[in-house]
């Protein structure tokens, strides 16, 4: 109580000199309280969970870019200079697979990326690579979908990926399975397929920063917390995917999704 009535005391000083300045500070205090919101709060994103009716609430998806060394190449990178990266996607790019996945609009040239999702129980900042597993709940399945020729004029230009990479539904996803019924998936075939043709095929074990590594080292940028989901890379062979195509893509030990273009 005491604590309370400083801050109180503190932020009613703030109103006297700093004016409309400290109302910032009086709104997040009131969203520590219960909230009476002027619009309807958006939908929960969340992911279907193998076994169970629950579901895995999605916080934030940060995706790892040029994670495999073959994939660096063909994206004219050099791995043995440029170590992977990040990027994010907004949550509610996250769709279920079995849904489909629109083709986008401004875009003439979608393109697919298989990928292994981590999804994260628990987090930190500066997480040690020998304790980052202990914060991984699941690992599924998805696809990193991307509108390559904006990427394009958007590397040309220097300028950020969002439009290329994050876009609306830009990441459908499987169900997950969680670390207690599969373990830790480290290494295993990953493979996608187009109309029953399989154009990627690698294994988890190539990944240029491990999990634990691409976990201690995303906790040096941010804070991590229970609900982020990791999309870990994509393997060589991207291609460009048409209205009608049907992908499958697996991971050994996760299944198989399937994602039609609609
Ligand atoms: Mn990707």
């Not at 609900?227 to 209205?243: A, F």
Request: proline share 6%.
């Amino acid at each position: 109580m005491q604590k309370l009535n400083t801050t109180r005391r503190h932020f009613l000083a703030g109103i006297a000199v700093a004016g409309a300045g400290t109302v910032a500070s009086e709104l997040s205090l009131a969203a520590t309280q219960e909230a009476a919101y002027a619009i309807d709060p958006p939908p929960t994103t969340s992911m279907a969970i193998v076994g169970t009716d629950e579901r895995f609430p999605v916080r934030r998806v940060f995706c790892l870019g040029r994670n495999y060394r073959a994939h660096a190449f063909e994206s004219g990178d050099d791995p043995d200079v440029n170590p992977p990266f990040f990027f994010i996607k907004p949550r509610d790019a996250v769709v279920d697979a079995s849904l489909g996945h629109p083709y986008p609009q401004i875009t003439r040239a979608l393109r697919y990326e298989g990928e292994m999702v981590v999804a994260l129980k628990s987090g930190g900042v500066n997480i040690s690579e020998s304790e980052a597993l202990e914060h991984v709940f699941a690992y599924g399945i998805g696809l990193d979908m991307t509108r390559e020729d904006l990427q394009e004029v958007a590397q040309e230009l220097s300028r950020p990926w969002a439009i290329s990479k994050s876009f609306d539904n830009s990441a459908p996803c499987g169900p997950l399975y969680t670390v207690a019924d599969v373990g830790h998936r480290l290494n295993g075939r990953i493979w996608l397929s187009v109309n029953g043709e399989v154009r990627q095929d690698s294994d988890l074990s190539l990944m240029r920063w491990s999990i634990p590594e691409a976990i201690n080292i995303l906790s040096s940028h941010y804070e991590l917390k229970a609900g982020d989901i990791i999309m870990t890379g994509t393997p060589e062979n991207v291609d460009l995917v048409e209205k009608g195509d049907l992908i499958n893509c697996g991971v050994e030990g996760l299944g198989e999704i399937e994602v039609l273009i609609t």
